[in-house]
């Protein structure tokens, strides 16, 4: 009986914040043009990494379909099997095109996940700090300011130089990089919400602590962590490239677009700017789409902001 | 003040005391130093003699009380690439890091705060959005790109600038420097753009936005109604107010700026600390890696000790209330 | 004699949805050598807008869309900006309301009173300072030669404002537009910066536009007074003529509203209603929705009644004097 009354209470207080309505806010959404580009090419972006064994000319990864005599086309040029090159071939003959579609998938896979984790992770610790407060707090805020404080690429050399190169360290190393700023944005939010009558009235009713956190403080801490969530995809995409193109980062059977990048950098200097210049191109749409699209997720999602 | 100024230096020494642990638990516990010292071709009765040497074999402490012993002389032990003390390997390349660094500051300054000042002054004009959309790409763009598309325009198309190395350097207060020459300059020129652009846009974006929280306030419409020249008021009227926030963020980024050149140094060959420290975790170079790992702790712990005394300098109205 | 100020049908709006609002709705008034004007109202009745309207400071998107605003014969509606800000400061002067937000919190005291004084004459810095330390001592801050080097944090909020007043007198201007400068005050601070306030402008013979929404202290230290309501002045004459014979409703209610010896024992009257926002004005006489008097006619736009100095905006007016 007692479960009940606490269930009913409950129920109440949830209703407190204002029921969103979705479709106003998507219209707002796309309102702005930058916005629409950069749905679209997220769209566009996120179909070719999802279907990219079917839409690519080439599995860059089979080696028994890689040619040598086929190696540093330019764009535009067809293999020794008459098989054209739209955006040319690399050193070891692979078709650039089928290696961007391929490495799109290395990047979004890694860009989502770290970006994932540490958000569960960040956010979680945040909620902690401000549900539990007192001394625990303090201490794990210092340790969120002290994190700040380091610039993410330091923090990522430094997870790097400890456990040594690869994709897996890669993701792990933009989580430890990253997971502070999600952290003290949900604490953030939370300590607002934590002083409103109705997570105090939640508190009197003896609801249990994991409840208060999951149903009350989270749902309101929510909207900023998704905005963040989707500029650091962005980051997150942007640091794995940066740390492969630095030759710490993903393998090279399964080149990431930063590995193409770093694979095309060597024939830079000697005019074959295509080897690096297209995957180049990919990754820049990549970021800069997110990055729309995540700029408009926060003017739609702040409350200060709506009319 | 004194008695802040004492808590902030125990906790700046105490942060840097538990990196110590964290880097030294890092390497020698999570990474297994047998693994990467050791030549694997090498037989058990040699594997164990160098495990001896390095002192591998005692307990943990014990080798966490030599590595601080070390540390407190700054001593890191001989780097296995360079075969010299691995502070004197970083040490000679700090030159040109700081080179770099300092050139990409005063570029991010000289471009990020007019434009910002510009864009706050007068935020309905088309030419203040085309600088805010700029600075957008500029953050989010990753250093690396924006620097190959640097190499492929002007080294390798336009053929205008040197894209690798530090070109002809001359001697200066003991150390080598690139911008005394004008070979050196040329070569300084793309590497240091390329460090700036990031910075550039954050310093933009952080004057413009202070620029409109100022003007908002009744002391820049006092200052007009006592009949101040615009120049003056924008000047100095608005501009010193800007200087606390914006001289924190050049202190705390300078430190950001050391730490991003290993993205610049290593495209443009760059012979700085930055481009060590990837060759070094390329080559497995441990002692290396440690100290300057131990090197940027220290800087940045120092970095925001510093910004916390200038902000006292800077704004009367904290020295103020340190006094009283 | 004709008047240092003279205003004309001063027009100032603000853009809204979809039309401009108009802050301050065809303004007159005049301002005599040494006279002073109190300029009473609400808060958003426009009295500031006029203020800022005739120093040229109207906040971005406001402008002055009509009228003239002729000081010494000039029309500054449109003069030139070089000529606007070589007035400002030297010949018309302001005091703003709040003295802890008008001078700059990180330029010490000494400077931001030289500039003034560079602003507008060549003079050198030993003379800018013994100036600024003259003017210290006239407002009657203590030891001016060290407070010359102070930061405005280390002074109390009536010493602040004194010092705006000593800016403000450095040049020994024409007029000084004085905008609610005791309002953020404590009353006893008040009452000493009122008398000193009085005393320089009387003895410099500078004429004073005090904004206020206090009727008791224009009663005091005004010559004339003009009451703003929605934008217009509804009322304006000698501080005698409008207190013991107000002919407005609005004049007659807002005196009503003072609590004073006469009145005490007795419920104090009160204007009904709230004053709308300036979208929602009503058409015709603004006062209307609020007015017992108020009639069909009313819906008319209430022209001036009387002279360019002393007028009423009312279909009908009070006749007795105020009991």
Redesign the interface.
């Known amino acids: 009986m007692d479960i009940k009354l606490a269930d009913a209470a409950e129920i109440a207080v949830t209703e407190m914040p204002p029921p969103r309505r979705a479709w106003p806010a998507i219209r707002r959404f796309f309102s702005a043009p930058a916005a629409l580009f950069g749905a679209i090419g997220l769209v566009l972006i996120v179909t070719v990494a999802v279907f990219a064994p079917l839409l690519s000319p080439q599995n860059p990864y089979d080696l028994m379909q890689l040619d040598i005599m086929d190696s540093r086309l330019p764009p535009g040029s067809e293999s020794f099997a008459g098989v054209p090159y739209h955006l040319g071939t690399d050193g070891q003959g692979r078709d650039i095109l089928s290696g961007i579609m391929y490495g799109l998938r290395t990047s979004l896979i890694v860009g989502i996940a770290s970006a994932l984790v540490a958000a569960i992770i960040g956010t979680t610790a945040g909620l902690m700090a401000a549900y539990v407060g007192g001394r625990t707090e303090s201490i794990m805020m210092r340790l969120v300011d002290l994190q700040l404080s380091f610039p993410t690429i330091l923090m990522a050399l430094m997870v790097l130089a400890i456990l040594g190169n690869g994709v897996t360290n890669v993701v792990l190393a933009i989580i430890v990089a990253e997971w502070a700023t999600y952290a003290r944005t949900a604490r953030g939010t939370a300590l607002v919400e934590r002083e409103k009558e109705y997570v105090e009235a939640a508190r009197c009713l003896r609801i249990p602590g994991h409840r208060v956190l999951l149903r009350h403080l989270l749902p309101n801490c929510l909207a900023p962590i998704i905005v963040i969530a989707t500029m650091q995809v962005a980051r997150a995409i942007g640091l794995e490239a940066t740390l492969s193109f630095l030759g710490l980062g993903a393998s090279v059977t399964q080149p990431s677009l930063g590995m193409l990048i770093a694979n095309g950098y060597q024939y830079l200097l000697s005019g074959l700017y295509w080897i690096s210049f297209y995957p180049g191109i990919a990754l820049l749409i990549t970021i800069v789409s997110i990055n729309l699209v995540g700029d408009r997720l926060r003017d739609v999602l702040n409350p200060r902001n709506a009319r | 003040m004194m008695t802040t100024l004492i808590r902030r230096a125990i906790q700046a020494g105490f942060v840097v005391f538990a990196m110590t642990l964290i880097v030294f638990v890092g390497v020698n516990v999570i990474g297994n130093p047998v693994d990467i010292l050791i030549n694997p071709d090498l037989n058990q009765a040699e594997r164990l003699r160098v495990v001896q040497n390095l002192g591998l074999d005692q307990p943990l402490w014990r080798q966490y009380l030599s590595f601080l012993h070390g540390l407190s002389q700054g001593n890191f032990g001989d780097s296995f690439v360079y075969s010299k003390p691995a502070l004197d390997v970083i040490v000679e390349r700090l030159p040109a890091t700081l080179e770099l660094a300092l050139c990409a500051m005063v570029i991010a300054i000289v471009v990020g705060l007019p434009l910002g000042l510009y864009a706050g002054l007068y935020p309905e004009r088309l030419s203040s959005r085309l600088i805010m959309t700029g600075s957008i790409l500029g953050f989010s763009l990753p250093t690396f790109w924006v620097g190959l598309m640097f190499i492929l325009l002007f080294a390798v198309q336009l053929g205008w600038l040197p894209s690798n190395g530090r070109g002809e350097t001359a001697e200066f207060l003991g150390a080598r420097w690139s911008f005394l020459t004008g070979d050196g300059l040329a070569h300084l020129v793309l590497p240091a753009l390329n460090l700036a652009l990031f910075k550039t846009s954050l310093i933009l974006r952080l004057t413009r936005a202070g620029v409109q929280e100022v003007v908002m306030?009744?002391?820049v419409?006092?200052?007009?109604?006592?009949?101040?020249?615009e120049g003056?008021i924008v000047l100095?009227?608005i501009l010193?107010?800007l200087?606390?926030p914006v001289v924190t963020i050049i202190g705390l980024e300078f430190g950001s700026l050391i730490a991003f050149s290993v993205v610049t140094e290593s495209i443009f060959g760059w012979p700085g600390m930055g481009k060590l420290i990837i060759d070094s975790i390329n080559l497995l170079d441990r002692p290396v890696i440690v100290a300057y790992l131990m090197m940027m702790v220290v800087l940045f712990v120092s970095l925001n000790f510093i910004i916390d005394i200038c902000y006292t300098l800077l704004?009367?109205?904290v020295r103020?209330d340190g006094k009283g | 004699m004709t008047a240092l100020l003279d205003v004309r049908d001063l027009v100032t709006v603000f853009p809204g949805d979809g039309k401009d609002l108009r802050a301050v709705d065809e303004v007159s008034f005049q301002v005599a050598r040494g006279e002073v004007l109190g300029l009473v109202g609400e808060s958003g009745s426009g009295k500031s807008v006029t203020g800022f309207s005739i120093?040229g400071?109207v906040d971005q998107p406001g402008r002055v869309a009509s009228g003239t605003i002729l000081f010494d014969g000039e029309d500054l509606a449109k003069a030139d900006l070089e000529t606007r800000?070589?007035?400002?400061?030297?010949r018309i002067?302001?005091v703003?309301q709040?003295p802890m937000?008008?001078?700059?919190?990180?330029?010490r005291i000494g400077t931001q009173m030289t500039?003034?004084l560079h602003?507008?004459e060549t003079l050198s810095r030993q003379a800018a300072r013994a100036r600024a330390r003259d003017a210290l001592g006239l407002v009657g801050i203590p030891s001016p030669e060290e407070r010359l080097d102070a930061?405005p944090?280390?002074f109390s909020g009536g010493m602040r404002q004194r010092v705006?007043i000593a800016?403000a007198l450095l040049h020994r201007p024409d007029l000084i537009i004085a905008d609610e400068p005791t309002t953020a005050l404590d009353v006893t601070i008040q009452a000493q910066i009122i008398s000193e306030f009085q005393r320089l402008t009387e003895e410099q013979g500078t004429a004073v536009i005090w904004i206020t929404h206090d009727l008791a202290i224009v009663s005091g230290l005004a010559d004339r007074i003009a009451v703003m309501y929605g934008g217009r002045i509804v009322e304006t004459g000698t501080i005698s003529e409008v207190l013991e014979h107000p002919r407005h409703p609005y004049t007659r209610g807002l005196i009503r509203s003072v609590p004073s010896e006469n009145t005490r024992g007795t419920r104090l009257a009160q204007i009904p209603g709230v004053t709308p926002s300036l979208g929602r004005m009503p058409a015709g006489c603004a006062f209307r929705s609020r007015c017992e008097r108020a009639d069909g006619t009313c819906a008319e736009r209430p022209g001036r009644f009387g002279g360019a100095r002393a007028y009423h905006r009312c279909f009908h007016p009070h006749e007795e004097a105020l009991a």
């Open positions: 306030q009744d002391f419409k006092f200052a007009r109604a006592k009949g101040l020249r003056r100095v009227h010193k107010n200087m606390i704004d009367p109205r103020l | 120093m400071l800000r070589s007035l400002r400061g030297r002067a302001m703003f709040d937000m008008t001078l700059n919190p990180v330029l500039e003034t602003a507008h930061y944090h280390e705006a800016i």
